[in-house]
């Protein structure tokens, strides 16, 4: 019999730590999944277009970024079946185990990396310990190899449980870019949950904490625009040219002069651009990726149509055009206090557990807010947890780390909540 995976739950997540996939490059991580998950046995198992409709993704990579990855996945020694179910970058799984006449619980935790280049110093545990990331320039810097290592061992549990209901386990892609929330949301999976966990590690809350449920996650929108103007010698005949860069400026400056709303915090921000070719050339083109956030998803829209008459204004100045494309988006969806109560009393007991926080402000922006809104508009209840870990520097960092004693607090706190939502409710 294969060793529980409780009994690994470090080397699991080390294993994720050692092959990181970028949002809808996760064919490799999608293979382990699979392979984890054939080994606890379970009633369900879909992959690819079993899942969601391929349409509804956000944030698609090109078709050769996508091909790349999966062509490394298979040198990697990847399942060609498996490959070819999830070609084009369909990945991700959810696993069903359908136990009784109980309620239907959802768990959703997210598997894809960042392009992150990590830290090879020897006070960088994960180097120090031998299991850095072997993708250069890839790194799982936000914890998502801790959030898989959860899943898997909480599912395993409920399937060796008394469980009484179906539990479905959604393991999301392309969180970091907002993209894969909205496909599950609307897959068949999501039909009929009474009770959705969500969870992630960290946060700048410590080992032993626990949040019950986060509150004001920023809902948010990315946008990609691309200014097209008309090319000119920049010495023989500047006024014959329509600067795409200069709308760009333009734009950048007039963006950060949005005004702010009464009704709550808002963002933007241009966080990366390139324009023109060469010093003695009027530039012809300019792209940059932009993001806007609110504490509603009214506010979010505000700021989106704002950016939008901005970036649109900027072009016209300047005698260009604008294409703004909206890559992604999520919405704000709150947890359900009712269900982090149960969330908090479970904890308490939880060994490892010093402190339980009914709740928390979020402050960032989670495209698991699709599948809580999902749940919450068919009539069931959502909530958003965060186990704590001490992290040595800040997520998003090539230095981030995830505190190994936090994961049997995780798996504890998720697998009783579950069992008691199935046994009580909230």
Same mark, same amino acid.
């Given at each position: 019999?294969?060793?529980?995976?409780?009994?690994?739950?470090?080397?699991?997540?080390?294993?994720?730590?050692?092959?990181?996939?970028?949002?809808?490059?996760?064919?490799?991580?999608?293979?382990?999944?699979?392979?984890?998950?054939?080994?606890?046995?379970?009633?369900?198992?879909?992959?690819?277009?079993?899942?969601?409709?391929?349409?509804?993704?956000?944030?698609?990579?090109?078709?050769?970024?996508?091909?790349?990855?999966?062509?490394?996945?298979?040198?990697?020694?990847?399942?060609?079946?498996?490959?070819?179910?999830?070609?084009?970058?369909?990945?991700?799984?959810?696993?069903?185990?359908?136990?009784?006449?109980?309620?239907?619980?959802?768990?959703?935790?997210?598997?894809?990396?960042?392009?992150?280049?990590?830290?090879?110093?020897?006070?960088?545990?994960?180097?120090?310990?031998?299991?850095?990331?072997?993708?250069?320039?890839?790194?799982?810097?936000?914890?998502?190899?801790?959030?898989?290592?959860?899943?898997?061992?909480?599912?395993?549990?409920?399937?060796?449980?008394?469980?009484?209901?179906?539990?479905?386990?959604?393991?999301?892609?392309?969180?970091?870019?907002?993209?894969?929330?909205?496909?599950?949301?609307?897959?068949?999976?999501?039909?009929?949950?009474?009770?959705?966990?969500?969870?992630?590690?960290?946060?700048?809350?410590?080992?032993?904490?626990?949040?019950?449920?986060?509150?004001?996650?920023?809902?948010?929108?990315?946008?990609?625009?691309?200014?097209?103007?008309?090319?000119?010698?920049?010495?023989?005949?500047?006024?014959?040219?329509?600067?795409?860069?200069?709308?760009?400026?333009?734009?950048?400056?007039?963006?950060?002069?949005?005004?702010?709303?009464?009704?709550?915090?808002?963002?933007?921000?241009?966080?990366?651009?390139?324009?023109?070719?060469?010093?003695?050339?009027?530039?012809?083109?300019?792209?940059?990726?932009?993001?806007?956030?609110?504490?509603?998803?009214?506010?979010?829209?505000?700021?989106?149509?704002?950016?939008?008459?901005?970036?649109?204004?900027?072009?016209?100045?300047?005698?260009?055009?604008? %294409?703004? $494309?909206? *890559? !992604?988006?999520?919405?704000?969806? /709150?947890?359900?206090? #009712?269900?982090?109560?149960? +969330? =908090? @009393?479970?904890?308490?007991?939880?060994?490892?557990?010093?402190?339980?926080?009914?709740?928390?402000?979020?402050?960032?922006?989670?495209?698991?807010?699709?599948?809580?809104?999902?749940?919450?508009?068919?009539?069931?209840?959502?909530?958003?947890?965060?186990?704590?870990?001490?992290?040595?520097?800040?997520?998003?960092?090539?230095?981030? %780390?995830? $505190?190994? *004693? !936090?994961?049997?607090?995780?798996? /504890?706190?998720?697998? #009783?909540?579950?069992?008691? +939502? =199935? @046994?009580?409710?909230?």
């Amino acid at each position: 019999m294969a060793e529980s995976i409780r009994d690994r739950l470090s080397d699991v997540r080390r294993s994720f730590h050692r092959y990181p996939e970028p949002a809808w490059r996760e064919f490799y991580t999608t293979h382990r999944l699979v392979e984890e998950i054939r080994g606890i046995g379970v009633d369900e198992l879909a992959v690819g277009t079993d899942v969601y409709d391929s349409d509804e993704r956000m944030a698609v990579p090109d078709a050769d970024e996508v091909e790349e990855w999966q062509g490394r996945a298979l040198e990697r020694g990847a399942d060609p079946d498996l490959l070819e179910k999830i070609d084009g970058g369909n990945t991700g799984v959810v696993a069903v185990l359908d136990r009784g006449s109980g309620p239907v619980v959802g768990l959703r935790v997210d598997i894809d990396g960042l392009f992150i280049e990590e830290s090879s110093a020897d006070d960088h545990a994960p180097a120090d310990a031998g299991f850095r990331s072997e993708r250069e320039g890839t790194m799982h810097a936000c914890g998502h190899d801790a959030h898989m290592t959860w899943g898997l061992a909480t599912l395993e549990a409920i399937a060796e449980s008394d469980f009484d209901g179906k539990f479905v386990a959604f393991f999301q892609p392309a969180e970091e870019v907002s993209g894969g929330g909205h496909p599950m949301a609307e897959s068949r999976f999501a039909d009929d949950l009474d009770y959705l966990f969500a969870v992630h590690v960290g946060l700048d809350h410590p080992t032993g904490e626990v949040v019950a449920g986060i509150e004001r996650p920023l809902a948010m929108s990315h946008v990609d625009v691309t200014f097209e103007g008309t090319t000119a010698h920049a010495g023989k005949a500047p006024q014959d040219g329509d600067n795409a860069m200069q709308a760009l400026g333009t734009a950048i400056q007039n963006a950060y002069a949005i005004p702010r709303h009464e009704d709550g915090m808002t963002r933007v921000n241009l966080g990366w651009a390139e324009a023109g070719t060469s010093s003695n050339v009027i530039a012809d083109f300019a792209h940059v990726e932009a993001e806007v956030r609110g504490e509603t998803t009214e506010l979010m829209e505000y700021m989106q149509s704002r950016l939008d008459r901005t970036l649109e204004t900027a072009a016209e100045m300047h005698g260009c055009d604008v %294409d703004i $494309d909206v *890559r !992604s988006k999520s919405p704000r969806a /709150d947890s359900d206090p #009712e269900l982090a109560e149960v +969330v =908090a @009393d479970v904890a308490r007991d939880v060994e490892g557990v010093e402190t339980v926080l009914p709740s928390a402000d979020f402050g960032a922006s989670e495209d698991a807010t699709f599948l809580m809104e999902r749940v919450q508009e068919d009539g069931g209840l959502a909530t958003y947890l965060i186990v704590g870990t001490d992290h040595p520097t800040s997520h998003h960092t090539p230095t981030f %780390d995830v $505190d190994e *004693r !936090s994961l049997p607090i995780g798996v /504890d706190v998720l697998v #009783e909540s579950i069992l008691a +939502v =199935a @046994d009580d409710g909230p």
